[in-house]
């Protein structure tokens, strides 16, 4: 429940914050997103260069690159995820605590990019953990990190806790773990988490 | 009242009172039953540069063992160019080395113009040499700055690296579009000219640079902590390093003599006069040296190439027809001095617009196989700088 801004501002104008507990969490969650310092491939370079001089992921308050899931926030998939590596991606996921977030960056984490034809390469990140933003580009470039975090303070702020529309998290009934894919006869088993992904009904021609 | 030590339950010690002298047994130690402990470090882990994987047995903190696991980052490279037409293959070699497209660009032109005997032209010569020594000013830059973060010197360092980075990064975008992946060389040349104003900012970053190169080594060269961690850690000899076929400033480091540049002479690297550096212990403190002088002669080849740089010519062969691009059936085995080593293109050609086989030699991932030899009996932290002065970039370990 939003407060009435006419009411806010004339109660600040008397030295009265009033604020709801929603937009108070939202505000914390979104200034301080603390990124999980995990490089895959070219990427990753580009994120590093995100945090470094020119371009300083700190101004966005996300400068703090955790090497522990543990502690992190923030889960940017920065690269190329191959079939061996996808099992520990969804492992490092499931050990992030809650709120967490996911960027998918680059056309390999989105879907397989140029090297998609590639027997050993998973089209998509998105077949096994929900993503929050995607950052298309080979790699993105610095400017579409930033941006795409800036979607993602956005989407943090319209973040409900409460009612029907509430965020996963506060749902008892939801999974708190993703299944974790090994490697079977052919492929990873299951080859994607039906609960975030599942293959496009094929287009019927002609259906009325 | 407990009257010796045999009162206490459980004890099984001999017949001595518990009070009064006593004599002790003195044993040849190692009966706490210590046993080694195997760590798997990575895939995910800071210090790896990458998805990449060392399982290590450890002595207390030495290692006894090490094991290194590749193939996080397998796509498929080499498979990929064997259905793709000759040009199509060369946005990929991009993402080989993704610190250092430029040389990987050149180091496939080269071997496809071996294969097609194709000459490039003098203007295109030069433009290649200014770019991959560029790249290796990037390269070798960076790779310093992630050194000294691996040691602990958590961020200043790395950001004076990057900062010198995206300077050149910008020449990098001016010329081709693109900030790391150039995809700017082609067969017989390169895919668009130099502007006059292009070579103003090179000018203008490479007489900067030994400015910059003093600053950092005044910071971190002579520096007490850098050399204590850094001196007589994963010691390397010449021997050993040419029996593993390592290539690069790892080599140069151990003390051999040998660089592409000087060796082959390919393109045009007769004409500037540079000195090769060389290490005598082969310790990580060597390596990192190396790869600082080696920057200072980048500086003056570039300086060289910028003062004789053609005024007039083609930058590309106009002979050579890129698309429908049919080499004669043959093999060809193309090798520059990348910034990590030697990396080498062997293409097999049977007339067709495809390779029949297309072979990368990476410098990373073949100076990475000597890595438990230097590690072996260093305490595990200095293992972590031992990879970082190995210089390995995953997407080229693994391909």
Redo the contacts between chains.
């Keep these: 429940m939003a407060v009435d801004e006419g009411l806010q501002s004339e109660l600040q104008k008397a030295g009265v914050f009033v604020t709801s507990v929603e937009t108070l969490y939202n505000w914390g969650r979104r200034s301080s997103i603390w990124p999980l310092?995990?490089?895959?491939?070219?990427c990753?370079?580009?994120m590093?260069?995100t945090a470094?001089?020119?371009f300083d992921l700190a101004r966005f308050g996300a400068e703090v690159f955790r090497?522990s899931?543990r502690q992190a926030d923030l889960m940017i998939v920065a690269?190329?995820v191959?079939k061996?590596?996808a099992p520990?991606v969804v492992r490092?996921y499931n050990q992030m605590p809650e709120p967490r977030y996911v960027i998918a960056m680059g056309a390999c984490a989105i879907s397989g990019g140029?090297?998609k034809?590639?027997?050993?390469?998973l089209k998509g990140i998105d077949r096994y953990i929900p993503v929050d933003v995607h950052i298309p580009g080979?790699?993105p470039?610095p400017e579409a990190l930033l941006n795409a975090l800036m979607y993602l303070q956005r989407k943090i702020d319209g973040q409900r806790l409460t009612g029907t529309d509430k965020v996963r998290w506060y749902d008892e009934t939801d999974p708190a773990e993703f299944p974790v894919p090994e490697f079977g006869a052919h492929d990873l088993e299951p080859p994607f988490n039906r609960a975030v992904w599942g293959p496009q009904e094929p287009i019927q021609r002609g259906a009325a | 009242m407990i009257q010796s030590i045999t009162d206490i339950p459980g004890s099984v010690a001999g017949e001595q009172p518990l009070y009064g002298p006593r004599s002790y047994q003195v044993t040849s130690g190692n009966d706490l039953g210590a046993e080694l402990l195997e760590v798997s470090m990575g895939?995910?882990?800071?210090s790896t540069h990458?998805?990449f994987r060392m399982d290590v047995v450890l002595d207390g903190e030495v290692v006894v063992k090490l094991k290194p696991v590749f193939?996080?980052?397998?796509?498929?490279h080499e498979?990929?160019a064997e259905?793709l037409s000759y040009l199509g293959s060369m946005?990929?070699t991009d993402?080989l080395d993704?610190?250092c497209s430029m040389t990987n660009n050149w180091a496939y032109a080269h071997a496809v113009e071996k294969l097609a005997d194709i000459k490039a032209p003098e203007r295109a010569e030069f433009i290649r040499v200014i770019l991959a020594e560029l790249t290796r000013l990037v390269n070798h830059t960076c790779l310093a700055g992630f050194l000294v973060n691996d040691l602990g010197a958590l961020g200043t360092p790395?950001?004076?690296a990057?900062?010198e980075?995206?300077k050149i990064l910008d020449i990098f975008e001016a010329v081709s579009g693109g900030?790391?992946?150039c995809n700017y060389m082609r067969f017989g040349g390169v895919r668009v000219d130099f502007t006059p104003d292009i070579l103003r900012r090179i000018r203008q970053i490479v007489d900067n640079y030994p400015r910059f190169l003093d600053e950092f080594e005044k910071l971190l060269s002579a520096n007490e902590i850098l050399m204590t961690r850094m001196q007589g850690v994963g010691v390397l000899t010449g021997e050993l390093a040419v029996n593993a076929s390592i290539t690069g400033p790892m080599l140069r480091a151990s003390g051999v003599d040998y660089d592409i540049r000087k060796v082959d002479k390919y393109g045009i690297y007769e004409r500037f006069d540079f000195r090769v550096p060389l290490g005598d212990h082969g310790d990580v403190y060597d390596r990192y040296m190396i790869r600082i002088l080696e920057m200072r002669e980048s500086v003056k080849i570039l300086q060289q190439a910028i003062h004789q740089f053609p005024e007039k010519g083609d930058f590309i062969n106009p002979g050579v027809k890129l698309r429908n691009f049919r080499p004669k059936a043959g093999e060809a085995y193309g090798r520059i001095e990348s910034p990590k080593g030697e990396l080498g293109f062997y293409l097999i050609s049977t007339g067709g617009v495809m390779p029949y086989r297309y072979r990368v030699r990476p410098p990373s991932f073949i100076n990475l196989t000597i890595l438990e030899d230097m590690c072996l009996g260093q305490k595990v932290a200095d293992a972590v700088i031992i990879l970082g002065s190995v210089d390995i970039v995953?997407?080229e370990v693994d391909r």
Excluded: D, W
């Design positions: 310092q995990f490089g895959l491939a070219c990753a370079i580009e590093i260069a470094c001089s020119r090497p899931p690269g190329t191959t061996k590596m520990q490092l140029p090297f034809q590639g027997y050993n390469v080979c790699p470039r | 895939p995910h882990h800071p990458g998805v193939g996080y980052l397998h796509r498929n498979k990929l259905n946005p990929y993402r993704y610190f790395l950001l004076y990057f900062r980075r995206e900030r790391m992946m995953l997407g």
